[in-house]
């Protein structure tokens, strides 16, 4: 089956620190993949994908590429900001069968800046 | 705006009691996702429905139950058969289970008394 493996948390950083969560897959075909983030006591918010291999996605500096070579989608950010602070998951989309796509998430990384 | 809402932010269950948990979406999508959510834990699916009046079970539907009467609306009903309820309750939706991308509400936080 599909799974979503992303390093444990908590990470705690200062602010503008270099940030890199790791994230490896496994999964049959050829999914799509995506960072969530959620910050505390809401939903979760799209933060960046990747339909195919070598795809970069990014959004608000951060960045993952989709490396089909070593299955992983690796979260980086350059300088990280104390409102950055949330939990971030990696997730794959990919058919489950009977006509339908399924998200399997990671298990989350708790991210934590301080000043 | 169009989105994603769920109520109440917080629900308390007693023993052997359903709840219902609402979600609402005005994006015009056809697919919803319920999810539940533990600490530290990902994301797993209860139930998803591709169109109204159709809906599949996912990995953990035991104890649970939905219905679909409605495009715009996705109740999930916490049963007296589940028996370890307390959660955070996520409800999504896409344009389609084909479509990349799934939007999420608040959530809703279940409590046991």
């Known amino acids: 089956g599909n799974s979503v493996t992303q390093m444990e948390g908590p990470v705690t950083l200062s602010e503008e620190a270099f940030l890199t969560i790791n994230c490896t897959y496994t999964?049959?075909?050829?999914?799509?993949l995506f960072w969530y983030v959620q910050y505390p006591g809401e939903g979760l918010q799209l933060l960046l994908k990747?339909?195919?291999?070598?795809d970069k996605g990014s959004n608000k500096g951060f960045e993952a590429t989709y490396r089909k070579e070593t299955t992983s989608f690796h979260l980086e950010k350059g300088s990280v900001q104390v409102s950055d602070s949330a939990v971030y998951f990696c997730?794959?989309?990919?058919?489950?069968?009977?006509?339908?796509?399924?998200?399997?998430f990671g298990k989350g990384t708790k991210l934590s800046v301080i000043p | 705006d169009g989105g994603i809402t769920q109520s109440p932010k917080y629900l308390f269950r007693k023993e052997g009691q359903n709840v219902t948990l609402s979600c609402e979406q005005n994006?015009?999508?056809?697919?919803m996702y319920w999810y539940r959510q533990d600490p530290g834990q990902g994301l797993r699916l209860i139930y998803y429905?591709?169109?109204?009046?159709?809906?599949q079970k996912g990995d953990i539907a035991e104890g649970y139950s939905v219905s679909r009467e409605k495009k715009e609306s996705f109740p999930l009903t916490v049963t007296s058969a589940q028996k370890n309820p307390t959660a955070f309750y996520l409800c999504?939706?896409?344009?389609?289970?084909?479509?990349?991308?799934?939007?999420f509400g608040p959530g809703t936080r279940l409590l046991v008394l």
């Open positions: 999504a939706s896409s344009a389609g289970t084909a479509q990349e991308t799934q939007y």
């Open positions: 999964a049959t075909g050829y999914p799509s």
């Open positions: 990747a339909t195919k291999a070598d």
């Open positions: 997730a794959l989309r990919a058919y489950s069968g009977a006509g339908s796509y399924q998200l399997t």
């Open positions: 994006l015009n999508h056809d697919a």
């Open positions: 429905s591709q169109i109204v009046n159709d809906f």
